[in-house]
């Protein structure tokens, strides 16, 4: 039989206070950045415009976020994605947070690598307790983000320092559909993380707890049809891709209710 890869059961790791949920992510976290070799940060695609246009769930919550010129953007759980470099290349002043101290080393290295070390700024610490003051911010971008974070304590605190018609934009797993949860848990595939620690794949209901604390929120699931163009190694661009694209918009604009059967949530909120 396959063994799952997660250290604790989703009930489990919800049960967990703060302090322990960080420092397991952390841990699994640096773990990670620290077996990828720097060359291979370099091969990161550093346009935004490029970088967004790369897949619909992106096209979709940079449309929302819209143009980083001149924004003063907080990137929450940022891990080794490297996208405070990306948007600080894009022209904005970028405040960075994880909670793994030797990846957020690794995102200072690529920013001065790049050049735009002085627009990147670095804190070790949860997305629930930020050193930020009040409205601090233009936008705020979550990627893989919100299904490892205490909801009811960082909605507030988000909310707190987003600015007053500010935006922030998430991307995040969806956990609503039995089949995909099985293969991320205990079916083995190409780039798979070895560990799970924190990570607990959101609900409709967690995503609208969450918007709850926001003036306004919206959310859009991401690749259900779509799914099958990973299992088939499709190229990002190739026609049967882009027609599974389709089908999922077709799809969820005529049942909507399906969307919680998707991969992806992308969730928008404004204050």
Known sequence: MFKSNRIGTKSEIEKLDLHTRVNMEAQITDA??????????????????????????????????????????????????????????????????????????????????????????????????????????????????????????????????????????????????????????????KNKHPIKGTDRPMHVEDVVRFGQYFTTFTYRGFDFVTMLAKIMHLKPNSSLRKLFYAADNSLFDRVSYLQRYARFIVTCVTR
């Open 32 to 189: 990670r950045s620290e077996v990828v070799d720097f060359e291979q940060f370099k091969q990161i695609e550093t346009d935004l415009i490029r970088y967004a246009a790369s897949c619909p769930w992106r096209q979709y919550l940079f449309g929302f976020l819209g143009p980083m010129q001149g924004k003063v953007v907080l990137d929450i759980a940022c891990g080794y994605s490297m996208t405070p470099v990306i948007f600080a290349l894009a022209g904005a002043t970028v405040y960075a947070v994880d909670v793994a101290p030797k990846t957020i080393a690794t995102v200072q290295r690529f920013a001065e690598h790049k050049g735009v070390g002085d627009q990147v700024h670095l804190h070790v610490g949860p997305a629930e307790d930020l050193p930020f003051e009040n409205e601090k911010f233009d936008l705020i971008f979550g990627g893989a983000a919100l299904h490892h974070l205490q909801l009811d304590r960082a909605g507030p605190e988000l909310f707190r320092v987003l600015k007053l018609g500010g935006r922030g934009a998430f991307q995040d797993p969806l956990g609503h559909n039995p089949l995909l949860e099985l293969a991320r848990d205990y079916i083995p595939y």
